[in-house]
């Protein structure tokens, strides 16, 4: 029996983004905002650097999906969602996490001129053998990080640190408007508004408290929130939306 595309979709997201979590101990320090800053003050540029930088890149053409699809972080808080599923509004408050990432990048270039530019590429820098949590006294570390990241999303509810303090998300808002800007093909929502019937299904599946109605209704479906996850469209038994790739016109964007 032919397994349901609402199911298959879903499940492999599941599936990556828990294996991701899952992983977490092993993979932490190349999403670390601390260590980036440790390695470049020697002139190193390391993991999390060569991480964040892929992620402007794939921003260019992929925006948030990394969000959705294979972040360590988001693995964390789609389990935590089961425990509590309530909805993080965001909306006015998401400025919050460009008040982190802005003078903590301004930091690292600070630091990178001041070690005289770079001098070294070390991916593996500050791990061993590749691997991030490898001594047991680091696993105070890790649940410290770990921890705190469970925490805020069990207490305020679905995605909150996405909305509010991913210093990551930045990258790939802004790969997502350069690409724009360029006209490059790029990962889009798209809709039939003719077969909307209102029900509001995808706002209230929608992980990242978007007005998915409202954005079908009014022809405006780009929203740098999304992490185009599909549940939208998958939960959608009108089949009004889609997840498709290519270009899209200036006038059919919506800031968050």
Known sequence: MAVPKL??????????????FFLFPIIMFYFSPYLI?????????????????????LGLFLGRSPCGWFMPCGGAQEL?????????????????????WLPWLGFILFMLVQAGGIK???FFYGTTYGISIAESWMYILYYGIGGLLVFMAMITGKRANCHYICWMAPFMMLGRKVGEILHLPQIQLRANKGRCVACQKCNDICPMSLDVMKMVQTGQLVDYECIYCGECADVCKQKVLRIGFGSQSGRDSVHS
């Not at 003050?41 to 930088?53: A, E, K, P, R």
């Open 7 to 20: 199911k298959t979709r879903q499940t492999i997201r599941h599936f990556i983004l828990f294996m991701t």
């Open 37 to 57: 800053i440790r390695a470049v003050s020697t002139g190193i540029l390391n993991g999390s650097f060569i991480v964040f930088v892929s992620q402007f890149i």
């Open 80 to 100: 935590c969602s089961y425990v509590n599923p309530r909805k993080v509004k965001g909306g006015k408050l998401n400025w919050i996490k460009w008040f982190i």
């Open 120 to 122: 070294k590429i070390d």
